[in-house]
Nanobody, 118 residues
């Protein structure tokens, strides 16, 4: 099992920045795939950013809506995934979830709320 705990959400104004963190514990060797999703009220959960590691390389993908504004990174020593969110917009308001797994997103965190006021 892998446990994921998100933190860093909050209430900010449009144009501000936030950094979300996702601390992983447990069988962290099963986290070759990690990513961020979000769900706004009344909407389906959507992909934000993801990264896949292999023995030789890694591949990162972002949703078009966040490209150029959001950056994902990982601190392997701390088993922590980060999402740096810049130039936030009101439409970024959502609960943000961290997800991880070996080949697919098997494990999910409880989420952290991000609210962007205009």
């Amino acid at each position: 099992q892998v446990q994921l705990v998100e933190s860093g959400g909050g209430l900010v104004q449009a144009g501000d920045s936030l950094r979300l963190s996702c601390a992983a514990s447990g069988r962290t060797f099963s986290t070759a795939t990690m990513g961020w999703f979000r769900q706004a009220p009344g909407k389906e959960r959507e992909f934000v950013a993801g990264i896949i590691w292999s023995a030789t390389a890694s591949s990162t993908n972002y949703a078009d809506s966040v490209k150029g504004r959001f950056t994902m990174s990982r601190d392997n020593a701390k088993n922590t995934l980060y999402l740096q969110m810049n130039s936030l917009k009101p439409e970024d308001t959502a609960a943000y979830y961290c997800a991880a797994g070996l080949n697919k997103y098997t494990y999910w965190g409880q989420g952290t709320q991000v609210t962007v006021s205009s």
